[in-house]
């Protein structure tokens, strides 16, 4: 089965953008196993910087940023298996080695 990841980006004014990536799963990693790692390279259970881990961007292009009160970060929300294709056919294990490194 392959991994689906969803995050989203939340701005100052509470607007979100949302993403979900699905990922190949070609050797078979237990998801207990991939949800532990990512949950650990999680600052406060919660954010990650998406550009960190090789993930799209998805702050609002319409609006302009404002360092007063949006973030830089973006917001996991969960990991699980699916039966969905991986369009960009990128493995799991990209996205894992780039939280080890």
Same mark, same amino acid.
């Given at each position: 089965? !392959? =991994?689906?990841?969803? %995050?989203? %980006? ?6 979100? !953008? ?12 237990? =998801? ?5 790692? =990512? ?9 990650? %910087? ?5 993930? #799209? ?5 319409? %609006?302009?940023?404002? #360092?007063? =009160? ?32």
């Amino acid at each position: 089965m !392959n =991994i689906k990841f969803s %995050y989203l %980006y939340r701005d100052g004014g509470n607007y979100k !953008n949302f993403r979900e990536i699905v990922f190949t799963n070609n050797k078979k990693l237990e =998801i207990d196993e991939i949800r532990r790692l =990512i949950s650990s390279k999680l600052i406060d259970d919660t954010w990650f %910087y998406a550009s960190k881990w090789g993930l #799209p961007d998805l702050h609002f292009l319409d %609006y302009q940023y404002d #360092p007063n =009160i949006d973030v830089d970060w973006h917001e996991f929300e969960r990991i699980e298996l699916t039966d969905e294709i991986s369009g960009d056919n990128i493995d799991i294990e990209v996205l894992l080695k780039i939280l080890v490194d």
